[in-house]
């Protein structure tokens, strides 16, 4: 037995009593990348083999001595109802057919058709396997709520329900070597995500991160393959592609939406066939990494649009992730806060601050455009201004002065309850009150009274109870 850093998930076993046809088989099958297999020329040893090993898909032949395929497989679909079989016969019989779909076989085939074909049967068999398996893994998370692997997201600061199902339907994919689409706006952290997917493959290879904006299609073609030496003038020496850096382990290609249509296609012959040719040379080399790739564009509008390719869009987001924006993640604020303010403070070699009480008005009331990483910015900002005990608010307010309403993407999908933010309560909006009219009056407390309308004295002590008098 060997086994496989591509797919599938699960042993596949294959079954018959003629051994050169078995050697053939697995050949054929290696070639695809289909190396977790087990083989079998004794019929009596099947529902041993099946006992024993991780097998999730039997390939029988048919005509075998002791058991045939037909007694295998009922016997097989007995005691191992989710287990996947397909039935490989020397002779093309219709009522056995018929037969063996009904006992519940997932295809038929013969064994002098084209060997394309069997092989093709063989790897849609495999990705039905899989989404079985997954689909039933996810309902068994969500249903009891559970992370087995929380140590994988421990980079991602977040107490968010819908991130929590984010991350279930990542442990749930874990075993699938098929792409993983992360669709999210800039500054949402897919990288954190990707990285994330990295961890929970238990992969012994690294994680190789390519952005391939901006990348015409030859460099393209060069950073993912690499090249032979003398493969282009100034090649004077060969050098591995990130293809091959990432063997064993994943290749993140971040910003998808913006690869160029030639390199789309050398992507997508590179998910379909599973190898590659660095440039000059004739010599394919296999792939040995899980595929990632990443965008902020809406790749569904943009294929209808002409602007991807719409074979390649359906090849990545077998599986698809959506990354919610901070600006519906306003439960996650108070612990970035906290985050951010202790790793600014440790890199500027600072004491981490006092936070003015007003301010976590102001971020619940802010857009964040740019994401938790705007809210990096600021933080980082704010703390290399600090000087005294209790953090600076201007930063946040210099924000808050220019903010801009919500996309009409992202208002559009929502009903319009729910495009109405919470109201303050009374104290915050005071307290609102107070921020904006220091603002205005650049901190004078004289001129920020009479905008308001109250005395200095009484702004003083409403500054001094909101801690907010820096």
């Given at each position: 037995?060997?086994?496989?850093?591509?797919?599938?998930?699960?042993?596949?076993?294959?079954?018959?009593?003629?051994?050169?046809?078995?050697?053939?088989?697995?050949?054929?099958?290696?070639?695809?990348?289909?190396?977790?297999?087990?083989?079998?020329?004794?019929?009596?040893?099947?529902?041993?083999?099946?006992?024993?090993?991780?097998?999730?898909?039997?390939?029988?032949?048919?005509?075998?001595?002791?058991?045939?395929?037909?007694?295998?497989?009922?016997?097989?679909?007995?005691?191992?109802?989710?287990?996947?079989?397909?039935?490989?016969?020397?002779?093309?019989?219709?009522?056995?057919?018929?037969?063996?779909?009904?006992?519940?076989?997932?295809?038929?085939?013969?064994?002098?058709?084209?060997?394309?074909?069997?092989?093709?049967?063989?790897?849609?068999?495999?990705?039905?396997?899989?989404?079985?398996?997954?689909?039933?893994?996810?309902?068994?998370?969500?249903?009891?709520?559970?992370?087995?692997?929380?140590?994988?997201?421990?980079?991602?600061?977040?107490?968010?329900?819908?991130?929590?199902?984010?991350?279930?339907?990542?442990?749930?994919?874990?075993?699938?070597?098929?792409?993983?689409?992360?669709?999210?706006?800039?500054?949402?952290?897919?990288?954190?995500?990707?990285?994330?997917?990295?961890?929970?493959?238990?992969?012994?290879?690294?994680?190789?991160?390519?952005?391939?904006?901006?990348?015409?299609?030859?460099?393209?073609?060069?950073?993912?393959?690499?090249?032979?030496?003398?493969?282009?003038?100034?090649?004077?020496?060969?050098?591995?592609?990130?293809?091959?850096?990432?063997?064993?382990?994943?290749?993140?290609?971040?910003?998808?939406?913006?690869?160029?249509?030639?390199?789309?296609?050398?992507?997508?012959?590179?998910?379909?066939?599973?190898?590659?040719?660095?440039?000059?040379?004739?010599?394919?080399?296999?792939?040995?990494?899980?595929?990632?790739?990443?965008?902020?564009?809406?790749?569904?509008?943009?294929?209808?649009?002409?602007?991807?390719?719409?074979?390649?869009?359906?090849?990545?987001?077998?599986?698809?992730?959506?990354?919610?924006?901070?600006?519906?993640?306003?439960?996650?604020?108070?612990?970035?806060?906290?985050?951010?303010?202790?790793?600014?403070?440790?890199?500027?070699?600072?004491?981490?601050?006092?936070?003015?009480?007003?301010?976590?008005?102001?971020?619940?009331?802010?857009?964040?455009?740019?994401?938790?990483?705007?809210?990096?910015?600021?933080?980082?900002?704010?703390?290399?201004?600090?000087?005294?005990?209790?953090?600076?608010?201007?930063?946040?307010?210099?924000?808050?002065?220019?903010?801009?309403?919500?996309?009409?993407?992202?208002?559009?999908?929502?009903?319009?309850?729910?495009?109405?933010?919470?109201?303050?309560?009374?104290?915050?909006?005071?307290?609102?009150?107070?921020?904006?009219?220091?603002?205005?009056a650049q901190g004078n407390q004289s001129l920020a009274a009479r905008l308001l309308g109250i005395s200095q004295p009484a702004l003083s002590k409403r500054l001094k109870k909101s801690g907010g008098e820096d």
């Amino acid at each position: 037995m060997i086994t496989n850093n591509r797919y599938p998930s699960f042993g596949v076993l294959l079954v018959d009593d003629e051994a050169p046809f078995l050697r053939s088989l697995s050949i054929a099958l290696e070639r695809q990348g289909i190396n977790h297999l087990y083989r079998c020329t004794d019929s009596r040893e099947v529902m041993a083999t099946i006992a024993r090993e991780p097998i999730g898909l039997v390939l029988l032949d048919l005509t075998m001595p002791h058991l045939s395929g037909e007694e295998l497989l009922a016997r097989i679909k007995e005691e191992h109802p989710d287990l996947g079989a397909i039935i490989i016969s020397g002779l093309n019989q219709l009522e056995t057919a018929v037969s063996c779909i009904r006992l519940g076989a997932y295809d038929y085939f013969v064994k002098t058709m084209e060997e394309d074909r069997l092989i093709g049967g063989i790897q849609r068999a495999i990705q039905a396997q899989e989404m079985r398996l997954e689909n039933q893994e996810m309902r068994r998370r969500f249903l009891t709520d559970t992370l087995e692997k929380p140590e994988a997201f421990a980079d991602i600061v977040t107490q968010d329900k819908s991130m929590r199902s984010v991350f279930q339907y990542l442990e749930a994919i874990a075993a699938s070597r098929q792409p993983v689409l992360i669709c999210g706006e800039s500054g949402v952290g897919k990288e954190l995500i990707a990285r994330a997917i990295h961890r929970l493959g238990g992969a012994a290879g690294p994680m190789v991160s390519v952005n391939v904006a901006g990348l015409d299609d030859n460099v393209f073609a060069d950073t993912l393959f690499g090249h032979h030496r003398g493969a282009f003038t100034g090649a004077d020496r060969a050098r591995a592609g990130m293809i091959e850096q990432a063997a064993g382990g994943t290749l993140f290609l971040d910003e998808i939406g913006d690869l160029s249509q030639a390199s789309q296609v050398k992507l997508l012959r590179l998910l379909q066939e599973g190898e590659y040719y660095p440039l000059g040379s004739d010599r394919p080399k296999r792939l040995r990494a899980r595929i990632v790739v990443a965008t902020h564009q809406d790749l569904a509008k943009k294929q209808l649009d002409g602007g991807f390719r719409k074979d390649l869009y359906y090849r990545l987001r077998i599986h698809q992730v959506e990354i919610p924006p901070l600006r519906r993640r306003k439960d996650d604020l108070p612990l970035l806060l906290a985050h951010f303010l202790a790793e600014a403070a440790e890199e500027l070699g600072k004491e981490v601050p006092t936070v003015p009480r007003e301010l976590a008005v102001l971020l619940a009331n802010y857009a964040f455009p740019g994401n938790v990483r705007e809210l990096r910015a600021l933080v980082f900002d704010a703390m290399s201004r600090h000087r005294s005990h209790m953090l600076s608010m201007e930063v946040f307010r210099q924000a808050l002065a220019q903010d801009s309403p919500t996309p009409a993407a992202d208002t559009a999908e929502q009903p319009l309850f729910a495009q109405v933010q919470p109201l303050p309560t009374l104290q915050e909006a005071g307290e609102l009150l107070v921020a904006e009219a220091m603002r205005r009056a650049q901190g004078n407390q004289s001129l920020a009274a009479r905008l308001l309308g109250i005395s200095q004295p009484a702004l003083s002590k409403r500054l001094k109870k909101s801690g907010g008098e820096d």
